[in-house]
């Protein structure tokens, strides 16, 4: 949370010639952070960020108490002024107010009845000070308890008496239904987690901690206050203030365990500032009940732990010191055991010895500190190995896909489900319970939708070549999802195009092999213009041109092909360096074929087959293709027996394959 | 004349044919070897005069063979030449064009980050996008009812909750890497590098509701702040630049104590908190935030089942995009996952 606070205020507690930005610039070095100094008029205002474990320095007190000491420290002088808190004695008699807490839900309750007060219009400075601090001044008798929330860091509240039932003030919890009027006008409806204040009489006149009710507060008329501050337990505030939605300064402060000794100090100036500006004589002697006794903390730590978190030879006499300027009393020593008391506005905060030790590095300084780089351990650990290979390797992907002319984008990691239902992608996708926007929803199993979203919002520029690498989600039974590392990429214009890139992709890796088989499966792909591909013999992806009524719907009117491979398949297969085979075998002898196409028989199959079926074959080649005719050369090496496997191959090819052998040709066309 | 003779001649006069630059080069030898008054013609009318009926038959059959070499060549070069295209008459022109693509910002800004700390002995690892509750936050000192949770507005996912470790979440940090690696390296020494996508509930010109943190964990035997600062002081030199320093100022995070905010010099003023004679902008007092750090709070070495009596480590959370920016203007963050290929200046060049 962030308080604001101006100069002039906290001067009135820190005896100091520092100048604010001193104050600022030192303040945030050593403690609270002073993220903004703004000139107000003739004074300062201090915007600072006050860290959940530090509430005893969202006061002006607080801020004080941390200057004086850090200034010190620096080299300026400061002392602390103390708060002038005098206990109150009644002007008259009355009637005692009974407080009862038989479950025990309030640590401590602090009450007083103020009779005869005016109410009115609270002085400029006190206005000034509320008003910079983002607090709207209302009338004195309300100012004064937000006035001490900051000026003491408790939060308080007044009552109007008369709007009281009783003298009799129960807290109890809440009934499930209940409901009460906050005094911002809001109904709200309560159950047994909220602890409420009953005047009595079963009336609720008080969400204590959080915000008063509209039938207790105090107005114009009011005549005489019941003035009421409680310790309250922070699970509860914090439940109660989340859960319905009220999330008042006063909420802020009391989830974060103010100290309870606070609550009285707080509660002795509010009564002064009672009896001064609304001129309120105090009835009867004030009620002080506290359910728990105080509790100490006594924390051991050795000059040793602290020298060795700091890698400095501080002194001994200098650890004492700046702990007692913080209130840490040197309770006991022996040995080397140093006992220090933690002082009650430290309670939540401080807890084991790496506390203290914070204590004394940030009064001492962080700048202080030496720097030295980590010790190098060396750590032979397959995983890493793995992991950083893997990283690598995508990296290499990266970059050849780039300079192929592909540009990266990131996408979300969700898609909405309307994407979802056009792509036809998944239905057991993982879903946002809550999402932000109904464009991220489903946690992507295809990287497809995003990429053709991406190649919509770009089809402004000439070429649409784009990747993306990043997690696919698949939901697994009793688990985490698998988060799987996937490569997609898209591609305007004909299947070709993309498929030539997917087999420089490929041959890229110098896996062992890598083939293809017709047909995806995909329901976004038109199917016989698409392909799996296999690597090292694992499924690894697929291939194929998004189906054209996608494409329609989404108002894109060219082709567009789109691929997607499993980063873990190819980085398993990826090689940077392969052995280099013998190749004693003389020059081959080369000879091409041209087939006719048949749905029966892919290139795949047939060119596995022939490979298979002659081991003299080196290699073969992708000629060309004119219309349904397909070219290849082969290479082979037929030994000493036959001249040429020419007339085998185009049997085999007409019988066992069962295409139409058009012509074959050496491979010098002759 | 003697055969022998005609040999390097037509050598000489098929590399003349090799050379040609061009089809009007090609056609001058073409002429002067196969034209009305060419060499050819030349040796054909000193085979007329030749006597002797044997040598008759050898020249003639030299001359043709020789003949078909030379234009053979001819043809072979001459079907170059045309395949070739035009050179051009201005070399300024823009040539053939060849497509030229670029990795994401922030894939780079990775890549740079692991080189980075590879350099001291980190390594890189990629914990859970989506995690349970257990590692995202109660293994970090962040129980349910603590209000150190609100800052982290996270989301809910909708799969199976496990017994033992809660609910799945979007984790919004990648400190939940933090005890998953503690548990798998089951003991120190610990060198890690967690980066991977974070989720909160921020959508506006510097905020995206998804964005990449890198998570630096160090568990040794006597890791102190000293060894903090220097691996995030080695950081921002080598990224960053050697005249940029680092400060800790205190702050507070659950699962580390002491805990630091860290800023570093201003990158943009480089310090000075002016630029061209104005004030900056960018900073605070010449300085930029980078990020939260700090040493391992105890409960956590302890929910690593580390004993934190005999070991000690330090810890840091910085964002991908945040030290990005700090380099690079981008104007809108937005523009970084919104698929917009302007993201990349060059595609416009």
């Not at chain 1, 298979?612 to 060309?624: D, L």
């Not at chain 2, 129980?143 to 919004?172: I, Q």
């Given at each position: 949370?962030?308080?604001?606070?101006?100069?002039?205020?906290?001067?009135?507690?820190?005896?100091?010639?520092?100048?604010?930005?001193?104050?600022?610039?030192?303040?945030?070095?050593?403690?609270?952070?002073?993220?903004?100094?703004?000139?107000?008029?003739?004074?300062?205002l201090y915007?600072i960020?006050?860290?959940?474990?530090?509430?005893?320095?969202?006061?002006?007190?607080?801020?004080?108490?941390?200057?004086?000491?850090?200034?010190?420290?620096?080299?300026?002088?400061a002392?602390?002024?103390?708060?002038?808190?005098?206990?109150?004695?009644?002007?008259?008699?009355?009637?005692?107010?009974?407080?009862?807490?038989?479950?025990?839900?309030?640590?401590?309750?602090?009450?007083?009845?103020?009779?005869?007060?005016?109410?009115?219009?609270?002085?400029?400075?006190?206005?000034?000070?509320?008003?910079?601090?983002?607090?709207r001044?209302?009338?004195n008798?309300?100012?004064?308890?937000?006035?001490?929330?900051?000026?003491?860091?408790?939060?308080?509240?007044?009552?109007?008496?008369?709007?009281?039932?009783?003298r009799?003030?129960?807290?109890?919890?809440?009934?499930?239904?209940?409901?009460?009027?906050?005094?911002?006008?809001?109904k709200?409806?309560?159950?047994?987690?909220?602890?409420?204040?009953?005047?009595g009489?079963?009336?609720?006149?008080?969400?204590?901690?959080?915000?008063?009710?509209?039938?207790?507060?105090?107005?114009n008329?009011?005549?005489?206050?019941?003035?009421?501050?409680?310790?309250?337990?922070?699970?509860?505030?914090?439940?109660?203030?989340m859960?319905?939605?009220?999330?008042?300064?006063?909420?802020?402060?009391?989830?974060?365990?103010p100290?309870?000794?606070?609550?009285?100090?707080?509660?002795?100036?509010?009564?002064?500032?009672?009896?001064?500006?609304?001129?309120?004589?105090?009835?009867?002697?004030?009620?002080?009940?506290?359910?728990?006794?105080?509790?100490?903390?006594?924390?051991?730590?050795?000059?040793?732990?602290?020298?060795?978190?700091?890698?400095?030879?501080?002194?001994?006499?200098?650890?004492?010191?700046?702990?007692?300027?913080l209130?840490?009393?040197?309770?006991?020593e022996?040995?080397?055991?140093?006992?220090?008391?933690?002082?009650?506005?430290?309670?939540?905060?401080?807890?084991?010895?790496?506390?203290?030790?914070?204590?004394?590095?940030?009064?001492?300084?962080?700048?202080?500190?030496?720097?030295?780089?980590?010790?190098?351990?060396?750590?032979?650990?397959?995983?890493?190995?793995?992991?950083?290979?893997?990283?690598?390797?995508?990296?290499?992907?990266?970059?050849?896909?780039?300079?192929?002319?592909?540009?990266?984008?990131?996408?979300?990691?969700?898609?909405?489900?309307?994407?979802e239902?056009?792509f036809?992608?998944?239905?057991?996708?993982?879903?946002?319970?809550?999402?932000?926007?109904?464009?991220?929803?489903s946690?992507r199993?295809?990287?497809?939708?995003?990429?053709?979203?991406?190649?919509?919002?770009?089809?402004?520029?000439?070429?649409?070549?784009?990747?993306?690498?990043?997690?696919?989600?698949?939901?697994?039974?009793?688990?985490?999802?698998?988060?799987?590392?996937?490569?997609?990429?898209?591609?305007?214009?004909?299947?070709?195009?993309?498929?030539?890139?997917?087999?420089a992709?490929?041959?890229?890796?110098k896996s062992?092999?890598?083939?293809?088989?017709?047909?995806?499966?995909?329901?976004?792909?038109?199917?016989?213009?698409?392909?799996?591909?296999?690597?090292?013999?694992?499924?690894?992806?697929?291939?194929?041109?998004v189906?054209?009524?996608?494409?329609?719907?989404?108002?894109?009117?060219?082709?567009?092909?789109?691929?997607?491979?499993?980063?873990?398949?190819?980085?398993?297969?990826?090689?940077?360096?392969?052995?280099?085979p013998?190749?004693?075998?003389?020059?081959?002898?080369?000879?091409?074929?041209?087939?006719?196409?048949?749905?029966?028989?892919?290139?795949?199959?047939?060119?596995?087959?022939?490979?298979?079926?002659?081991?003299?074959?080196?290699?073969?080649?992708?000629?060309s293709?004119?219309?349904?005719?397909i070219?290849?050369?082969?290479?082979?090496?037929?030994?000493?027996?036959?001249?040429?496997?020419?007339?085998?191959?185009?049997?085999?090819?007409?019988?066992?394959?069962?295409?139409?052998?058009?012509?074959?040709?050496?491979g010098?066309?002759? | 004349?003697?055969?022998?003779?005609?040999?390097?001649?037509?050598?000489?006069?098929i590399?003349?044919?090799?050379?040609?630059?061009?089809?009007?080069?090609?056609?001058a030898?073409?002429?002067?070897?196969?034209?009305?008054?060419?060499?050819?013609?030349?040796?054909?009318?000193?085979?007329?005069?030749?006597?002797?009926?044997?040598?008759?038959?050898?020249?003639?059959?030299?001359?043709?063979?020789?003949?078909?070499?030379?234009?053979?060549?001819?043809?072979?070069?001459?079907?170059?030449?045309?395949?070739?295209?035009?050179?051009?008459?201005?070399?300024?022109?823009?040539?053939?064009?060849?497509?030229?693509?670029?990795?994401?910002?922030?894939?780079?800004?990775?890549?740079?980050?692991v080189?980075?700390?590879?350099?001291?002995?980190?390594?890189?690892?990629?914990?859970?996008?989506?995690?349970?509750?257990?590692?995202?936050f109660d293994?970090?000192?962040?129980?349910?009812?603590?209000?150190?949770?609100d800052?982290?507005?996270?989301?809910?996912?909708?799969?199976?909750?496990?017994?033992?470790?809660?609910?799945?979440?979007?984790?919004?940090?990648?400190?939940?890497?933090?005890?998953?690696?503690?548990?798998?390296?089951?003991?120190?020494?610990?060198?890690?590098?967690?980066?991977?996508?974070?989720?909160?509930?921020?959508?506006d010109?510097?905020?995206?509701?998804?964005?990449?943190?890198?998570?630096?964990?160090?568990v040794?035997?006597?890791?102190?702040?000293?060894?903090?600062?220097?691996?995030?002081?080695?950081?921002?030199?080598?990224?960053?630049?050697?005249?940029?320093?680092?400060?800790?100022?205190?702050?507070?995070?659950?699962?580390?104590?002491?805990?630091?905010?860290?800023?570093?010099?201003?990158?943009?003023?480089?310090?000075?908190?002016?630029?061209?004679?104005?004030?900056?902008?960018?900073?605070?007092?010449?300085?930029?935030?980078?990020?939260?750090?700090?040493?391992?709070?105890?409960y956590?070495?302890?929910?690593?089942?580390?004993?934190?009596?005999?070991?000690?480590?330090?810890?840091?959370?910085?964002?991908?995009e945040?030290?990005?920016?700090?380099?690079?203007?981008?104007?809108?963050?937005?523009?970084?996952?919104?698929?917009?290929?302007?993201?990349?200046?060059e595609?416009?060049?």
């Amino acid at each position: 949370m962030n308080i604001r606070i101006l100069d002039s205020w906290l001067r009135e507690y820190l005896d100091t010639k520092a100048t604010p930005i001193e104050i600022q610039e030192l303040l945030s070095l050593s403690g609270p952070a002073v993220e903004r100094l703004e000139k107000a008029g003739s004074d300062h205002l201090y915007d600072i960020e006050v860290t959940t474990n530090r509430i005893d320095a969202a006061s002006v007190y607080g801020i004080a108490r941390e200057a004086a000491t850090i200034l010190k420290r620096n080299g300026i002088p400061a002392e602390l002024r103390p708060l002038d808190t005098p206990r109150p004695e009644p002007d008259k008699d009355a009637e005692p107010i009974t407080l009862k807490d038989p479950e025990r839900l309030l640590d401590r309750m602090l009450a007083i009845i103020i009779e005869d007060v005016e109410v009115g219009e609270s002085p400029a400075y006190i206005r000034e000070r509320l008003e910079a601090a983002g607090i709207r001044a209302l009338n004195n008798l309300i100012d004064i308890t937000n006035y001490v929330m900051l000026e003491v860091g408790h939060p308080a509240h007044v009552f109007d008496l008369d709007r009281l039932n009783s003298r009799t003030l129960l807290v109890r919890q809440a009934r499930k239904g209940e409901e009460i009027v906050t005094l911002d006008g809001k109904k709200h409806r309560l159950d047994n987690t909220d602890v409420v204040i009953d005047d009595g009489t079963g009336r609720i006149i008080d969400l204590p901690g959080i915000m008063g009710t509209e039938n207790s507060v105090v107005h114009n008329g009011t005549k005489r206050i019941l003035f009421f501050i409680e310790s309250n337990d922070p699970v509860n505030i914090r439940r109660s203030s989340m859960r319905h939605g009220i999330r008042t300064m006063a909420a802020s402060y009391n989830e974060n365990s103010p100290d309870p000794n606070l609550a009285e100090t707080a509660f002795f100036r509010g009564v002064a500032l009672y009896r001064k500006l609304a001129k309120g004589k105090v009835a009867g002697r004030y009620q002080d009940v506290r359910s728990e006794e105080a509790e100490r903390k006594v924390i051991g730590i050795t000059l040793a732990d602290i020298r060795a978190y700091m890698a400095v030879e501080i002194g001994r006499d200098e650890v004492v010191s700046i702990l007692a300027d913080l209130g840490f009393g040197l309770e006991e020593e022996k040995d080397s055991l140093m006992c220090f008391e933690v002082p009650s506005h430290r309670m939540n905060d401080i807890g084991i010895k790496e506390d203290l030790i914070e204590e004394v590095a940030r009064i001492y300084g962080y700048g202080r500190i030496p720097t030295h780089l980590p010790p190098f351990a060396y750590i032979t650990d397959d995983f890493i190995r793995t992991e950083r290979e893997n990283f690598q390797k995508e990296n290499e992907t990266r970059k050849f896909l780039a300079h192929l002319g592909f540009f990266e984008v990131h996408n979300y990691s969700m898609i909405s489900e309307e994407e979802e239902k056009l792509f036809g992608t998944s239905s057991d996708s993982i879903k946002m319970i809550n999402p932000m926007s109904k464009e991220l929803v489903s946690f992507r199993q295809s990287l497809v939708p995003s990429l053709v979203k991406d190649a919509r919002i770009n089809k402004g520029y000439q070429g649409i070549m784009i990747f993306e690498i990043a997690n696919t989600y698949l939901p697994r039974e009793n688990d985490l999802p698998l988060e799987s590392r996937t490569l997609g990429l898209v591609m305007r214009g004909g299947y070709d195009r993309l498929k030539g890139f997917v087999d420089a992709l490929l041959k890229f890796s110098k896996s062992r092999r890598y083939s293809y088989r017709a047909g995806a499966g995909r329901p976004y792909l038109k199917e016989d213009l698409s392909a799996k591909i296999y690597i090292d013999n694992r499924e690894a992806g697929y291939i194929g041109q998004v189906d054209p009524r996608i494409l329609y719907e989404l108002s894109l009117p060219d082709r567009y092909v789109v691929a997607e491979i499993d980063m873990g398949v190819y980085a398993r297969a990826f090689r940077y360096l392969e052995s280099v085979p013998e190749s004693d075998m003389g020059s081959p002898v080369i000879e091409d074929i041209t087939y006719e196409f048949s749905p029966k028989a892919h290139w795949e199959e047939i060119t596995r087959g022939l490979s298979k079926r002659f081991p003299e074959i080196w290699k073969i080649e992708y000629v060309s293709r004119f219309r349904n005719f397909i070219t290849m050369r082969i290479y082979s090496h037929p030994g000493k027996a036959h001249k040429t496997i020419l007339p085998d191959m185009t049997a085999y090819l007409e019988n066992d394959a069962r295409v139409r052998v058009k012509r074959s040709t050496d491979g010098n066309n002759k | 004349m003697d055969p022998k003779k005609i040999d390097p001649v037509v050598n000489n006069l098929i590399d003349k044919i090799n050379s040609a630059h061009d089809l009007n080069e090609l056609e001058a030898v073409e002429v002067s070897v196969l034209g009305r008054k060419g060499t050819v013609n030349e040796w054909l009318r000193v085979l007329k005069g030749v006597k002797d009926s044997e040598e008759k038959k050898k020249l003639g059959s030299t001359i043709n063979t020789t003949k078909g070499r030379i234009t053979r060549a001819i043809e072979v070069k001459r079907r170059e030449l045309l395949q070739r295209t035009d050179d051009t008459m201005d070399p300024t022109l823009p040539g053939q064009q060849v497509p030229v693509g670029s990795i994401h910002p922030v894939s780079r800004t990775i890549e740079e980050i692991v080189d980075i700390f590879t350099k001291i002995g980190f390594y890189k690892v990629s914990y859970h996008e989506i995690e349970y509750e257990y590692f995202a936050f109660d293994s970090l000192n962040m129980p349910s009812t603590h209000p150190a949770r609100d800052e982290f507005e996270s989301f809910a996912v909708d799969g199976p909750p496990s017994e033992k470790f809660g609910r799945m979440v979007l984790s919004p940090h990648t400190s939940s890497g933090q005890v998953r690696e503690m548990w798998r390296r089951k003991k120190p020494p610990i060198r890690m590098i967690n980066v991977a996508r974070c989720f909160r509930r921020n959508w506006d010109v510097t905020h995206t509701p998804m964005f990449h943190q890198f998570e630096g964990l160090c568990v040794d035997k006597g890791i102190n702040i000293t060894h903090l600062k220097g691996a995030i002081d080695f950081f921002a030199k080598e990224y960053f630049g050697y005249d940029v320093k680092i400060r800790l100022r205190p702050y507070h995070f659950q699962f580390t104590e002491p805990s630091f905010e860290v800023d570093t010099t201003c990158t943009i003023c480089r310090g000075t908190m002016r630029v061209n004679g104005e004030k900056c902008r960018v900073c605070k007092s010449g300085w930029l935030e980078l990020g939260g750090a700090g040493m391992v709070h105890p409960y956590v070495l302890r929910e690593g089942k580390i004993d934190p009596d005999r070991y000690s480590g330090w810890a840091f959370g910085f964002g991908v995009e945040r030290v990005y920016m700090m380099k690079y203007q981008l104007s809108d963050l937005r523009k970084l996952f919104s698929g917009e290929l302007g993201l990349f200046p060059e595609i416009n060049r």
